[in-house]
């Protein structure tokens, strides 16, 4: 099953909402993507039809806070060995 066909996507591209979050074009909420992180930490491990997991939007956005990216790497620690289709 695509990622895109899970109850979690929302876009045509199967970004969630923690994707959408991290990817605005402003400086993304610690506080909105620690409560998407806690309410739902499935979204964490879903990447997108791109295979861009939410650590992946996070560590290219130049305005994310790093206390964002620190949680998302402790939250799932492997995250970091994760590849998008960019490599």
Do not use: C
Not at 76 to 84: G, R
Request: hydrophobic share 40%; net charge negative.
């Amino acid at each position: 099953k695509s990622v895109v066909d899970a109850p979690l996507a929302i876009t045509k591209d199967g970004q969630n909402f923690l994707h959408n979050s991290l990817s605005q074009s402003r400086e993304s909420s610690e506080e909105i993507v620690s409560m998407l992180v806690n309410l739902f930490p499935l979204l964490v491990e879903l990447p997108d039809k791109y295979g861009q997991y939410p650590i992946h939007l996070a560590a290219r956005k130049k305005k994310t806070s790093l206390n964002i990216i620190q949680s998302l790497v402790e939250d799932i620690p492997h995250s970091l060995l994760w590849k998008d289709s960019m490599g």
